[in-house]
C-alpha cells in the first residue's frame, strides 16, 4: 500500500533552516501530485507547497512561504523534500506530506489529496 514518511522535523531558531523529506513508497505510477501542507495547534490544516512528479503542473507556494520555502523531489529515490530557510516562529506547526495519483496536480487543498504522511514537528523559536 501507499506509504508517505516524512522526517527532518526539528526545533531551530528563527531565521534558521530546515530541511524536510518525505520517502514515498507502494504507487503503482510515476505520475502524482504531491505536497507539503502545515497544521498549528488550534489552527486548520494548509498547504504550503505543491509539485507534480511529471513537472505536468506548475509548482505552487501558499504566500507566507514564497521566497523562503523551496519544494523538491527526486524521483529516482521517490523523494520529496522541503528547503525551509529564514524561519519564523509561526511557522511552527506538524508538517505533512501528502499525494495523489494524477495527470496534473488541482488545488492546493486537503481534499485535493488522497495519502498522507504521519507528520513532522517543526518548532521554531524567536
Known amino acids: 500500500q501507499v506509504q508517505l514518511v516524512e522526517s527532518g522535523g526539528g526545533s531551530v531558531q528563527a531565521g534558521g533552516s530546515l530541511r524536510l523529506a518525505c520517502a514515498a513508497s507502494?504507487?503503482?505510477?510515476?505520475?502524482?501530485?504531491m505536497a507539503w501542507f502545515r497544521q498549528a495547534p488550534g489552527k486548520v490544516r494548509e498547504g504550503v507547497a505543491r509539485l507534480h512528479t511529471s513537472g505536468r503542473s506548475t509548482t505552487d507556494y501558499v504566500d507566507s512561504v514564497k521566497g523562503r520555502f523551496t519544494i523538491s523531489q527526486d524521483n529516482a529515490k521517490n523523494m520529496l523534500y522541503l528547503q525551509m530557510n529564514s524561519l519564523k516562529p509561526e511557522d511552527t506547526a506538524t508538517y505533512y506530506c501528502?499525494?495523489?495519483?494524477?495527470?496534473?496536480?488541482?488545488?492546493?487543498?486537503?481534499?485535493?489529496?488522497?495519502?498522507w504522511g504521519q507528520g513532522t514537528q517543526v518548532t521554531v523559536s524567536s
Open positions: 507502494g504507487f503503482t505510477g510515476s505520475s502524482r501530485c
Open positions: 501528502a499525494a495523489r495519483a494524477a495527470y496534473v496536480c488541482s488545488l492546493l487543498t486537503e481534499s485535493a489529496f488522497d495519502y
